[in-house]
């Protein structure tokens, strides 16, 4: 349903890549760090929070209609089955376009589009959930992003340097996806959920810890604001489907 991860994940250096390629993550040096300026780095956080916001309610909202106005599910029927190209194209714009991702309001244009269709394809998959199933699992995933960000905002720990482990980590759950996809067991199903669950957390608070920049060896730029709320809103959404995953196979 989602793409790689490692879609948006760059090399973390100090040499500048076009704009054909995801933003590179810079070492955060007192001399260079793009965070040095207390104001840049609020006004930044504020319009990638504000961006993320915006982009799950209009999820949260499509998820609903979908639960609770089943005839969606039937108008959107061909739209639903083409999402899946839909949102990688439109990540692969985002994440190697860095002309249209920091260009208003092209950014925005694209952004609301991967976000409507994101929703179309959760909306797609959540018709096979109870409502109240689903209502637990956007609680869950609400409480356990926010405890997250605050613990990635308060914690003295780097994860911004376990990148590399994480790209590993990340493809060996693939991998175990497919071994589960394969043998079809509850048992192995809910170990795999457990684990992502685990791996995007892990990556939800590097991704915030990199968006913060601080004393965090690597940062984001400020320009990137777009690609900041996309990598947190891929995190939380991947984090809603392991725990929804979780909920359904516990009934």
């Known amino acids: 349903m989602l793409p790689s991860r490692g879609l948006f994940v760059g090399q973390h250096s100090n040499i500048d890549m076009p704009d054909s390629a995801p933003p590179a993550y810079g070492q955060n040096l007192e001399d260079v760090n793009c965070f040095s300026e207390a104001d840049i780095r609020r006004g930044f956080v504020r319009k990638v929070y504000v961006t993320l916001m915006v982009q799950l309610l209009i999820t949260i909202g499509i ?3 979908f639960l609770y106005c089943h005839t969606i599910l039937k108008c959107f029927l061909f739209v639903i089955s083409s999402q899946r190209a839909t949102t990688f194209v439109l990540i ?3 994440s190697c376009c860095g002309d249209i991702r920091r260009k208003v309001p092209l950014n925005f244009f694209f952004l609301g589009l991967f976000t409507i269709a994101e929703g179309l394809l959760l909306g797609s ?4 959930y109870d409502a109240q199933a689903v209502m ?3 609680g869950a995933t609400a409480l356990v992003s926010f405890a997250l960000s605050v613990f990635a905002m308060q914690s003295k720990w780097d994860f911004t340097v376990a990148t590399g482990s994480m790209w590993v980590i990340c493809w060996t759950l693939i991998s175990f996806g ?5 043998l079809r067991s509850q048992y192995l199903n809910i170990v795999y959920a457990s684990l992502g669950t685990l791996v995007f957390s892990i990556y939800l608070v590097m991704d915030t810890q990199l968006m913060l920049g601080k004393k965090h060896k690597y940062s984001i730029s400020p320009e990137e604001y777009i ?3 996309l990598n947190l809103y891929i995190d939380i959404v991947v984090i809603f489907l392991m725990i929804l995953q979780l909920i359904g196979l516990s009934r």
């Open 125 to 128: 998959v959540t018709v096979f």
């Open 136 to 138: 637990w699992a956007v």
């Open 178 to 182: 497919l071994l589960c996809a394969i």
């Open 92 to 94: 692969m714009v985002l």
């Open 227 to 229: 690609f900041a709320a």
């Open 63 to 65: 998820i609903c209609a």
